[in-house]
């Protein structure tokens, strides 16, 4: 039975597949071939866009040797289960997959390409996944948590699977959210926050129902789903009297709880784990290691095929501040790097991409460059708790692939060390544009693409969400999409905290601007500006001694000021306010001026965007309009406050004269 395509509860924007996508597909005459539950997915969209737009679909070939415009169908055995080829000959477009994940996303293909999937003849192309994980983790909390709310950093509402303390009744807006990731390649879902409170810890076990019922809806998309659980689970929800990992009763504890979860979710995904991290319990606790405490939930999950994503997420959270020498950005690589080769075979570490936490600009991990015998997964932040908050315009494509095409050994880049997958921190929620700023779903496209294809250009990226999402865009409104969202992260760079050094943000919720704000805290995010200078001195020489836990050439490089990229400079080092950058600037006159130009650039994505009223539906664009005056409003706040700090604290003018308050 062809798998009806979801129905949208009114009001919901349609994101990235509204039916207009299906135009070219959906004129046709169909044949699909093979069967299997995501056969049917595939068959159902097809259907729906032949309904609309006049095509036929058929399941087997008519004896009579009718043709067809387009032949999906399973059949090709060294594609995996993810990989699609498609060919165009005699008038007719075929695709075949071994796999249906494979021929979901080969019709995918077909609806990004529109016509030309139909137009001349083309030669066989085959597509598959550079990285098997592409992976969402919300950080969902089933009961509204006292002071993070229901979604932990969410700026979209309130969650897509939990309301009202339990998993929602009514699935169908979660189906179709399955159904959005898999247009745009994402194969997993992690359903709940990695922060596990008392609530959520029982979704392990006595509600698993719960778990169940959303992987079902999942399914048919190729999305498997994933469960954060409490390193404590034995103690608190198994009434043992401890969760130390070598413990032959708690290992039965977890081989036992697992061996329930496969019997509710056969083909669960695995576990997500954030341990002795900002408080989450850890094997710390029993004078165990990391990879003991991994590999014993690796061992739980290893006879189901299952994977433990063991977070690298780990620091000191309560360090004195007063103490220069300490340094939170060397914590990931101190902690794990003696691991390496310790853990399991499906045992992941999930390492963010900076050494810090999500800012605007980090250097990027040099973890991921030192653990050749792990498996790794790299996590970014699609949810924009540092840049932005969805209020802001800031598309992180190119960020992202900075950071995925970055090589820390010329061997390597990042997409490739990445063989645990790449995970981003969702950004949707059951707000009605899905990602609160309609714009921000180009951060969740993007990111599934860059999954799929580490090393495709994100400009490329941009422009296939904006043709998905506006199909019969005219071309002054795909030019102003494109124009408000490439080079808005470097615009909001511009205006925040400047060349790498962080930080300077509301402490708690980490929306606007705080000079200080965590300047004398225990959390490790300092930016030590002082009369006669800023930044972090990590310098081997003189300072924390983390440039040095980058290969060569990088550690040569991050050592010394002179050699320095700019946008890292206070990242790597102190240095006064005259000290001049490559570009030929002042430190300090680069600070005005970036943050003059970040709010033009602001401005003048206001009036491009205000020029596509005509164009663009009412609601989506008024919503978008609101958030323009948010994000101007903001950044004239960052503005006068960056700048005024620096010009009380170092005496020097603007060379241009421009107020500074
Ligand atoms: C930080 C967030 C915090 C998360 C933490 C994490 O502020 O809410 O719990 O990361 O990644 O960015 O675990």
Redesign the pocket.
């Known amino acids: 039975m062809p798998l009806p395509v979801p129905a949208l509860p009114e009001g919901v924007d349609p994101a990235w597949l509204p039916p207009a996508a299906f135009r070219a597909v959906g004129g046709r005459r169909t044949l699909i071939r093979g069967s299997g539950p995501l056969v049917e997915t595939v068959h159902g969209e097809v259907a729906e866009a032949c309904r609309r737009f006049g095509g036929r679909v058929v399941r087997e070939a008519r004896p009579d040797g009718a043709t067809y415009d387009l032949v999906l169908g399973l059949g090709a055995d060294d594609l995996g289960d993810e990989g699609f080829s498609c060919a165009r000959a005699d008038g007719t477009t075929t695709v075949t997959a071994s796999g249906g994940r494979g021929l979901l996303y080969g019709l995918f293909h077909v609806v990004r390409l529109g016509e030309a999937a139909f137009t001349g003849g083309w030669a066989r192309q085959t597509h598959r996944p550079a990285l098997d994980l592409r992976m969402l983790d919300h950080?969902d909390n089933v009961a509204v948590h006292p002071v993070?709310g229901q979604v932990?950093?969410g700026y979209a509402g309130g969650s897509l699977f939990w309301a009202d303390g339990r998993a929602r009744g009514d699935l169908e807006r979660v189906r179709a959210y399955g159904r959005l990731l898999a247009a745009c390649g994402i194969n997993a879902v992690a359903v709940n926050?990695?922060?596990v409170h008392e609530t959520e810890a029982h979704l392990l076990t006595d509600r698993i129902h719960e778990v169940a019922a959303i992987a079902d809806v999942l399914r048919p998309y190729g999305v498997a789903t994933h469960l954060s659980v409490s390193f404590a689970a034995p103690v608190v929800l198994g009434g043992l009297p401890t969760a130390d990992p070598l413990d032959e009763a708690v290992r039965d504890w977890w081989g036992e709880a697992t061996r329930r979860v496969y019997e509710a979710i056969p083909d669960f995904g695995g576990y997500v784990v954030?341990a002795d991290?900002?408080g989450q319990p850890g094997p710390f606790a029993y004078g165990r290691s990391h990879a003991e405490g991994a590999n014993m939930l690796a061992a739980a999950l290893e006879p189901f095929g299952g994977t433990v994503h063991w977070?690298a997420?780990v620091y000191n959270h309560r360090q004195d501040w007063r103490d220069r020498t300490t340094d939170r950005a060397r914590a990931a690589y101190d902690h794990f790097v003696p691991l390496d080769g310790e853990f399991a075979a499906n045992a992941v570490l999930q390492v963010?991409h900076g050494p810090m936490?999500?800012q605007v600009r980090e250097p990027v991990s040099p973890l991921i460059g030192a653990m050749p015998r792990t498996r790794l997964a790299v996590e970014v932040?699609a949810t924009q708790?540092?840049t932005g908050q969805q209020r802001h315009v800031c598309w992180l494509g190119p960020m992202w692939s900075e950071v995925l095409r970055f090589r820390h050994e010329p061997e390597a880049s990042v997409g490739e060390r990445a063989r645990g997958g790449l995970v981003a921190?969702s950004n949707a929620g059951d707000d009605p544009f899905w990602t609160g700023h309609p714009l921000a779903q180009a951060n969740l496209y993007t990111f599934g693409r860059l999954a799929w294809r580490p090393d495709a250009d994100p400009c490329e990226v941009l422009d296939e969400w904006i043709g998905l999402t506006f199909p019969e865009a005219p071309e002054r409104l795909s030019d102003g999409l494109h124009a408000a969202l490439d080079g808005s992260w470097r615009t909001y760079e511009k205006y925040t905290a400047p060349l790498g050094v962080g930080w300077m943000v509301q402490p708690g919720h980490?929306y606007g601007p705080s000079v200080d704000g965590y300047e004398y805290s225990p959390w490790g995010t300092y930016h030590f500006a002082d009369r006669d200078g800023i930044g972090v001195d990590r310098s081997v020489a003189s300072g924390t001694g983390y440039a040095g836990q980058y290969a060569k050439p990088w550690a040569e490089l991050y050592e010394s000021p002179d050699t320095c990229p700019d946008e890292l400079l206070l990242f790597f080092h102190h240095v006064s306010y005259g000290h001049t950058l490559h570009s030929g600037k002042a430190v300090i006159q680069h600070i005005y001026d970036t943050h003059f130009e970040g709010v033009a650039e602001v401005e003048e994505a206001r009036r491009v965007w205000a020029g596509l009223a005509d164009l663009v539906e009412p609601g989506r664009h008024a919503r978008v309009a609101e958030r323009y005056e948010e994000q101007l409003r903001s950044a004239r706040e960052w503005r006068d406050q960056i700048n005024s700090y620096f010009f009380r604290k170092s005496g020097v003018p603007d060379e241009r004269g421009r107020r500074i308050y």
């Open positions: 950080w993070m932990e950093r926050n990695v922060n954030k991290s900002e977070r997420f963010k936490d999500f932040q708790e540092y921190v980490h």
